[in-house]
């Protein structure tokens, strides 16, 4: 009896011991994001810009955000938003899946508030760009000539 009790201890202490050393691991597992994302203009009606290089790593480690602090948190750009008591709360939190803008946004039309690609990334990127610079927050951030961030098709 006294064998099977040590053996039912040690069995149960051995898989205490695996979840304590699996859960540390998950969480010190950080999720790499890519340095250089491309941007593409694909599926549009009228394609007249190039693609746009937008250097993910830089604006994750190196770039101020509105309020002029680092990092630039990864709920600026990525979100799921879900209607929460009649209100759209952005439920996306860091380490889940990130789906790629056109799963959500069109190309070509707008969806109520559901903006199409051009003008999510554009409101995103070009006001972000914008108020950092009105704020003194930096001195330069691309945002007045489509040059600054498309490349040439």
């Known amino acids: 009896?006294?064998?099977?009790?040590?053996?039912?201890f040690l069995t149960f202490t051995?898989?205490?011991?695996?979840?304590?050393?699996?859960?540390?691991?998950?969480e010190e597992?950080?999720?790499e994001a890519p340095e250089v994302i491309?941007?593409?203009t694909q599926g549009l009606k009228k394609d007249?810009?190039?693609?746009?290089?937008?250097?993910?790593?830089?604006?994750?480690?190196?770039?101020?955000?509105?309020?002029?602090?680092?990092?630039?948190?990864?709920?600026?750009?990525h979100h799921d938003y879900q209607d929460q008591g009649g209100k759209k709360v952005n439920v996306?939190?860091?380490?889940?899946?990130?789906?790629?803008?056109?799963?959500c946004h069109d190309p070509n039309k707008s969806d109520?508030?559901?903006?199409?690609?051009?003008?999510?990334m554009h409101k995103n990127c070009k006001e972000c760009h914008k108020a950092l610079v009105k704020a003194k927050k930096v001195k330069k951030a691309p945002y007045?000539?489509?040059?600054?961030?498309?490349?040439?098709?």
């Open 48 to 77: 007249k810009k190039g693609p746009v290089i937008y250097h993910h790593k830089k604006h994750q480690e190196e770039y101020l955000n509105i309020e002029g602090k680092k990092p630039i948190a990864c709920t600026e750009c």
């Open 112 to 120: 109520g508030k559901k903006k199409k690609i051009q003008l999510a």
């Open 144 to 153: 007045k000539k489509c040059t600054d961030c498309h490349q040439k098709k």
């Open 38 to 40: 491309t941007i593409e």
């Open 29 to 31: 597992k950080k999720i």
């Open 1 to 8: 009896m006294k064998k099977n009790l040590l053996l039912v």
């Open 92 to 103: 996306w939190k860091e380490g889940q899946h990130v789906r790629k803008c056109n799963e």
């Open 14 to 26: 051995l898989a205490l011991a695996f979840l304590a050393v699996g859960a540390i691991g998950a």
